[in-house]
């Protein structure tokens, strides 16, 4: 090694696993299993300094990055870093689409792809499927969803998720179990393809899927050819590789394959984007097989929380893979539920004991599953007037089936006679769209167009409609009539008109009808249900509820400081001193309408994937942790005793998750950890687990976990170690695996003992070793 790479090294405080990465056999492929905080840009920019040092050319390295920002930030700091070393020439950090961009144009000026524009903005995109679609109309296709809200977002998931799988349209709408009324998605992509190539055009997404097809289509001798249009890479560095998607890496293996050494880093256990394409497989299997020589290195040390979120999360992921460890060896993190049972006075109360121990709200997150657990959050800050920045999402006031339900309070405000009282003017056009009347899309329009002209004559137009129509359609388009002109009589109790509204014109049965998948059903459901309880919390009439939220609305502006609000899924790669969780209930986070995980293989991956979101959620935190949610009392009494619920989950109110992370048992841990003696042995399932943790500790107290057998996930087994009561400690002999599954126990001089284990009082006993 050069006397560069030494005294550059040594002002680097790498662990001996890091040291490892860094300065693996540079002729050998190689995987880095990273858990959150584990310091990989720091291992990642030593590992290419080291093939600098071994005389890798820099132009022979290329680096991949998943997005612009963190592509722009690593090198920066590389850059920063090579050049105090004393190294001029800087390795290429790319991510996927710039290298998909550069690979385009090459191919088209070899004439291997033709040339076409890149199309960057969202409305060249939506008005060439709107174009997919009027072809499929003049086509005799039959497209159910009649209102383009309705399906366009889903759309363009589905043609991420076509583009990133590198399969057919219809193979991925078959795999995803979109709804049948989403059939026509097949025929609409297909469309929208010769429509791109008509107009010569590629988005982004394209930058990787036209070369990926090109090369699936070649032989051998032009795919060699091929291979002279780009980079020259010997050694590759891939990071964040658990979100990586079909297309990206089968492209890369055409391009590189085993001629190139790669190193990919990732952690499987944090992919939480396969709703978008992202293959977790590939890291935890594929790869392996397709690269069997390489070696594995764990970076199992997070330097971003203590032992607290460490124990935590090495108890919840190990229900994923039984051998993951997080091992916390930064600042202890401090864990707690909330001390209120509504979630936006807990939230409060959190923020003011924070703001009372001289921190800042810009050191602050709170992170949501779903975007309904957002909406108590957002108004509780925006009624104390506290700045926030929304990361992600719309605004609370933006979102479509809030607007919904203040158009219908509006009217109960009086907006027919007067529509200033209506929030925004074009709410009127919700009226009339939710439900859907069942209208086509161009009587749908005119109808709207006319309703914000004459909004006091709104209910004469649709009863007009209503006498040329005749059946089912007449009937519901004078139920709407009637029901607007009837709204008035709640303008002192409008939480109560909104939920009759709801009722009575089928308002939730519209979005069962209309949305892809149940969880889309109830988080609109969700979100109108918290906003009719902010409603009903503030107890005032229909216009002076509507003027409050205005008022609140204008107050607001696009901070650049306070309290940062995101869903989990925006705070991957982010961290905060302060993160508290919202939504951690069962049924919602893990989300399921019937928990077919015992018996479903497709049930149970979606479950292990919303663990590895919850995963990601705690390992934010860096100074304290705090679960938006106060446990009943049952429900804390199970927390004790280091229960994990298995079985009637639905009976629960607070996430397996939270049970799955032992907090009880982890504070007594840490508490030990502390020098606090902890007399006793500790009730938890997840024994083995910090043991392991503990194992990797240079001093620790003696600790001893107890099991109880009726909670225990798995039966005890010939050679564990038990206490009992009375005979004190023995051995497991056997236990039967019928009838009753007796278990035999040897405690040395008493002999040996056979019990029920319906009625044991056997204690299951781990040890360190």
Not at 172 to 180: A, G, L, R, T
Not at 464 to 485: P, Q
Request: neutral net charge; aromatic residues 8%.
């Amino acid at each position: 090694m050069s006397q560069v790479q030494t005294d550059s090294v040594k002002a680097f405080p790498l662990t001996s696993e890091q040291q490892q990465v860094v300065q693996h056999d540079v002729t050998k492929p190689a995987k880095v299993i990273a858990v959150a905080g584990a310091g990989k840009t720091t291992t990642l920019i030593s590992r290419i300094e080291y093939l600098l040092a071994q005389g890798v050319e820099a132009r022979s390295i290329g680096v991949f990055m998943f997005n612009k920002s963190a592509q722009e930030e690593f090198t920066q700091r590389l850059t920063t870093h090579l050049h105090k070393a004393g190294y001029s020439a800087i390795p290429s950090v790319m991510t996927f689409h710039a290298f998909g961009m550069k690979l385009c144009r090459r191919l088209e000026q070899q004439s291997w792809l033709p040339s076409a524009k890149l199309i960057t903005d969202d409305f060249s995109l939506v008005k060439r499927i709107r174009e997919a679609q009027q072809r499929l109309f003049r086509q005799g296709i039959k497209i159910t969803l009649q209102d383009e809200k309705d399906w366009l977002e889903d759309v363009l998931l589905f043609i991420d998720q076509v583009k990133a799988s590198g399969l057919s349209a219809a193979k991925v709408f078959s795999d995803m179990s979109w709804s049948k009324e989403r059939d026509f998605f097949v025929p609409l992509y297909d469309q929208l393809e010769h429509i791109r190539k008509r107009d010569n055009i590629r988005f982004f997404s394209d930058l990787l899927s036209d070369p990926h097809a090109l090369l699936s289509e070649l032989d051998e001798s032009e795919c060699h050819r091929v291979r002279g249009q780009v980079p020259a890479f010997s050694h590759l560095l891939i990071d964040e590789f658990q979100d990586i998607n079909p297309c990206q890496y089968e492209l890369l293996k055409q391009l590189y394959g085993q001629s190139c050494q790669w190193m990919i880093v990732g952690d499987v256990q944090q992919c939480i984007y396969e709703w978008r394409g992202a293959s977790p497989s590939i890291m935890a299997q594929q790869f392996d097989e397709e690269f069997p020589s390489a070696i594995t290195y764990p970076l199992s040390q997070s330097f971003r929380f203590g032992h607290g979120i460490g124990l935590m999360a090495s108890s919840v992921i190990s229900e994923n893979d039984k051998q993951s460890l997080v091992l916390g060896v930064g600042d202890q993190t401090r864990v707690s539920f909330a001390r209120a049972p509504k979630v936006g006075k807990a939230l409060l109360g959190e923020l003011k004991a924070w703001l009372e121990e001289g921190q800042n709200l810009n050191d602050c997150a709170v992170l949501v599953r779903l975007y309904s657990d957002m909406v108590p959050i957002q108004l509780a800050l925006m009624h104390k007037k506290l700045p926030y920045q929304l990361h992600g999402d719309s605004p609370l006031l933006e979102n479509r089936q809030i607007r919904m339900l203040m158009a219908y309070m509006a009217v109960m405000a009086g907006g027919l006679e007067d529509p200033n009282v209506f929030f925004n003017p074009d709410d009127v056009e919700y009226l009339l769209t939710v439900p859907s009347l069942g209208l086509a899309a161009a009587q749908r329009n005119l109808l709207v167009q006319q309703a914000k002209q004459s909004v006091h004559l709104l209910p004469q137009m649709i009863e007009s409609l209503a006498d040329s129509t005749e059946g089912w359609r007449a009937k519901k388009l004078y139920e709407r009539a009637d029901w607007l002109r009837s709204l008035s009589i709640y303008k002192n109790d409008p939480a109560q008109g909104l939920q009759h509204t709801i009722d009575k014109l089928g308002i939730y049965r519209y979005f069962e009808s209309t949305s892809n998948k149940d969880i889309q059903t109830q988080e609109k459901i969700a979100t109108c249900d918290a906003f009719m309880a902010y409603v009903k919390g503030v107890g005032s009439d229909a216009q002076a509820s509507l003027l409050e939220l205005a008022n609140l609305n204008a107050g607001l502006s696009n901070s650049d400081h306070g309290i940062h609000l995101m869903t989990i899924h925006k705070s991957k790669g982010l961290e905060f001193n302060l993160v508290l969780v919202s939504g951690l209930q069962e049924g919602r986070f893990p989300y399921y309408e019937e928990d077919l995980s015992a018996i479903d293989k497709q049930a149970a991956l979606e479950l292990a994937s919303e663990r590895r979101l919850f995963y990601v959620a705690i390992t934010r935190a860096k100074q304290k942790l705090v679960i938006l949610e106060a446990p009943s009392a049952q429900e804390h009494k199970r927390l004790k005793l280091g229960e994990i619920p298995r079985a009637a989950l639905k009976s629960l109110s607070l996430s397996r998750f939270v049970f799955e992370a032992q907090p009880y048992a982890v504070s007594q841990i840490c508490k030990a950890l502390s020098g606090e003696l902890i007399k006793g042995p500790i009730d938890t399932e997840k024994g083995q687990v910090f043991q392991r943790y503990l194992n990797t500790l240079p001093e620790v107290p003696e600790l001893t976990f107890r099991q109880r057998m009726g909670d225990s996930q798995s039966s005890l087994k010939a050679g564990d170690k038990v206490r009992h009561e009375q005979y004190g400690q023995g051995v497991v002999v056997r236990q039967e695996q019928e009838g009753k599954q007796m278990i035999t126990v040897d405690f040395g001089e008493a002999g040996l003992k056979r019990f029920n284990p319906k009625y044991t009082q056997l204690v299951k006993l781990s040890s360190r070793t």
